[in-house]
Each structure stands twice: as structure tokens, then as C-alpha cells.
């Protein structure tokens, strides 16, 4: 080696594995929108579920664990710290081991207060993206997650 290390670009477009460069993808996006949401105190992960329960209602947890894509550790954890802030509460479902979450008034207030800083992430990364492009990406990455589901 010449002792000059390649460029993150020419690292990335190196690298063969779709999920490899996805991964590279989804942790840079993760890291733009958590340095706007830290003045909110809420992660990108919280404002994701807080977001998807606002949308959804109460929803039991498995449920909502597969909405998001994660396993039910990941989930229940994740739920856990929403309920030691308040953001969120747990009753029991029609079936007794099914547990229902509910975002509360305290969760919607944390939603709206990160709102602005959730907005200036998504016009830095539209303004990042040449033009279009972010509706495309938008537009497609659900087709994404579909098809990762049911291959």
C-alpha cells in the first residue's frame, strides 16, 4: 500500500454484497438523522417507533416488532426504555401474553418536539440527493423491505 488510504466513496462502491452496501447506507443515514434528533433527546430508533405507534394506534408488540423489521428482544427492549421515559404503555392484549402498546401524551409531545430537528435531517438529505432522487429512494425502499420479507 502507498500509505494513502482510498476514499469512503471508493470504498463503497467496492463492495460486492448488496446488504454489505446497504448496511453502509442505512448506519450513514442513521448517523445524519441521530446528530439532528440529540437536541431532542430522542434516538432515531425511539422516533421511529413513537412514530409508528402514533400512526398505527395501539398495536400489539410482536406486531409492531415486524412492522419495523426487528426481532421481539430487540423490540421489547426498545419498548422498554419508551416506558421508563413514559412515551409509551404496555397493557395486556384479548390474550393474556399478548402485551399492546400505546404511545401517551408524553410520547407525542417528545414527537412533536423533535419534529423540527427530524425535518432539518430530511432536508439534509434531500439536498444531498441530486434532484428527485430522494422521492425515488423514498419511493422504493419500501419495495425493498417487501421483497428482503418474502425472499
Known amino acids: ?10 470504498v463503497f462502491r467496492q463492495i460486492p454484497c448488496f446488504c454489505g452496501v446497504l448496511l453502509v447506507a ?13 437536541p431532542a433527546g430522542l434516538e432515531v430508533t ?10 398505527l394506534g395501539p398495536t400489539p408488540l410482536g406486531a409492531l416488532g415486524e412492522c ?17 421515559h413514559r412515551w409509551v404503555t404496555t397493557e395486556r392484549g384479548e390474550d393474556a401474553r399478548e402485551r399492546v402498546v400505546s404511545i401517551t401524551d408524553m410520547g407525542t409531545a417528545a414527537l412533536d418536539k423533535a419534529r ?4 432539518r435531517a430530511q432536508k439534509r438529505m434531500r ?4 434532484s428527485g432522487e430522494f422521492e425515488q429512494f423514498r419511493g422504493r425502499f419500501p419495495d425493498l423491505a417487501l421483497a428482503a420479507m418474502s425472499a
Open 1 to 10: 500500500m502507498n500509505g494513502k488510504l482510498p476514499s469512503p466513496e471508493q
Open 26 to 38: 442505512a448506519r450513514s443515514v442513521t448517523r445524519l438523522y441521530s446528530e439532528e434528533l440529540r
Open 68 to 84: 419495523l423489521a426487528v426481532d421481539k428482544t430487540t423490540i421489547s427492549r426498545n419498548v422498554k426504555v419508551l416506558e421508563r
Open 116 to 119: 423540527p430537528f427530524w425535518d
Open 46 to 55: 425511539q422516533y421511529g417507533v413513537l412514530m409508528m405507534l402514533k400512526t
Open 127 to 130: 439536498a444531498a440527493l441530486a
